[in-house]
């Protein structure tokens, strides 16, 4: 199991290219040179990001992109969440069906401990901490 995904880690770096560069609008072309990410990987992952209004894109010759919300606001939680769904640390071996044992397994409820702790880490890191760093 993977807690970041390349879609995931893509998303971080570009949205911190892009913020380091607020002022202007930055197009695909110098994030592709600067982050060595490939082009197709690259538009899919700023399509979603914009459709998920956290970019704004500006079409046409000189056209890119800026953010929509400022970096303290960006969680890494969230964009786990848009490029990974829900995280789950804890999904029992029943999947979707009714667990007989979940009130009292002692498995779900360690894991579910973890999973809040490392839920909770996840929402304190923000786009901002990072480019702090």
């Known amino acids: 199991m993977k ?3 390349r879609d995931t880690d893509y998303a971080v770096r570009a949205l911190a290219f892009i913020a380091k560069h607020d002022k202007e609008i930055v197009s695909v ?11 197709p990987f690259l ?5 979603i990001l914009n459709r998920k209004r956290l ?15 400022a970096p ?3 969680r890494l ?10 995280l789950r640390l804890n999904e029992c071996i ?17 894991l579910e401990s973890i999973q809040r ?3 909770s880490e996840l929402k304190s890191i923000t786009l901002l901490s990072l480019l702090k760093e």
Do not use: W
């Not at 029943?94 to 360690?110: G, M």
């Open 3 to 5: 807690l970041i995904t």
């Open 29 to 39: 072309s110098q994030l592709v040179r600067h982050l060595k990410i490939p082009r």
């Open 43 to 47: 538009r899919k992952i700023l399509q």
């Open 55 to 69: 970019l704004n894109s500006y079409k046409g010759q000189g056209g890119g992109f800026k953010l929509a919300v």
């Open 72 to 74: 303290e606001r960006i």
């Open 77 to 86: 939680l969230d964009l786990i969440e848009v490029f990974q769904g829900r």
């Open 94 to 110: 029943f999947k979707k069906r009714f667990c007989p044992n979940i009130k009292t397994c002692k498995l779900h409820k360690r």
């Open 117 to 119: 702790y490392v839920i």
